[in-house]
Structure formats: structure tokens, C-alpha cells
């Protein structure tokens, strides 16, 4: 059983930085492929990104490549995602999730999700 909690979102201006936290209990986390996913008021939720276990490749939507980027720090068991350069279409609520193998953009694949934690980007 993997449980997920993410931390780090809150209010900023357009063109600013965030960064989200997402801390996972699991005895092997680095078996775990972690993805963001977001979801805007009133639209599915989509993927952001995704880490491979390897910490060598990440996979980014083309809406957030070349401004997000996702890492992780396998001995504290978190996984991170720098946002910079933010723009009001960010504004969503975004999860952290996990899922036993490689990376995946399917939502469906992931087997473990956190509580999500909002981001709001102003203009």
C-alpha cells in the first residue's frame, strides 16, 4: 500500500514559481513510477509529467515542457515539481500519483493518488 500526500501549492502572480512536494510511504519507492495529473474547475483531469524509478527520464504534457520539471529524491521518498514561468491556465489542482513499473500518461495506470493541492496563478 502506498499513501501519497502533497504539499507546496498555494497563490502566485503570472511568470512566478512553485514548487510541489509529494512524499510517499512505501517500502520500495524507487520500484514506483510517480506522475502529476491536474484538474481545472470544471475539465478532467490531464497528465503533467512523469518520473521514471531511474530518476534519469522524465516525460512532460507539451503544455508544461521546457517550465516544469519533475524530480525525485528516492531516499526521502519525494518526489518534486518545479513550476516556473506560470501562467493563469495552470490554475488546477494537482496530484501526485503512483504506480508499480514505467511511467505512464494514463491516468487509468495509476494505481495510488494523493489529496491533490490546489495551485491558483493569477494575472
Excluded: H
Aim: charge should be positive; include cysteine; charged fraction near 15%.
Amino acid at each position: 500500500q502506498v499513501q501519497l500526500v502533497e504539499s507546496g501549492g498555494g497563490l502566485v502572480q503570472a511568470g512566478g514559481s512553485l514548487r510541489l512536494s509529494c512524499t510517499a510511504t512505501a517500502r520500495t519507492f524507487s520500484d514506483y513510477a510517480m506522475g502529476w495529473f491536474r484538474q481545472a474547475p470544471g475539465k478532467e483531469r490531464e497528465f503533467v509529467g512523469y518520473i521514471r524509478w531511474s530518476n534519469i527520464n522524465a516525460y512532460y504534457a507539451d503544455s508544461v515542457k521546457g517550465r516544469f520539471t519533475i524530480s525525485r529524491d528516492n531516499a526521502k521518498n519525494t518526489v518534486y515539481l518545479q513550476m516556473n514561468n506560470l501562467k493563469p491556465e495552470d490554475t488546477a489542482v494537482y496530484y501526485c500519483a503512483a504506480r508499480a513499473g514505467p511511467g505512464s500518461t494514463l491516468l487509468s495506470e495509476y494505481a495510488y493518488w494523493g489529496q491533490g493541492t490546489q495551485v491558483t496563478v493569477s494575472s
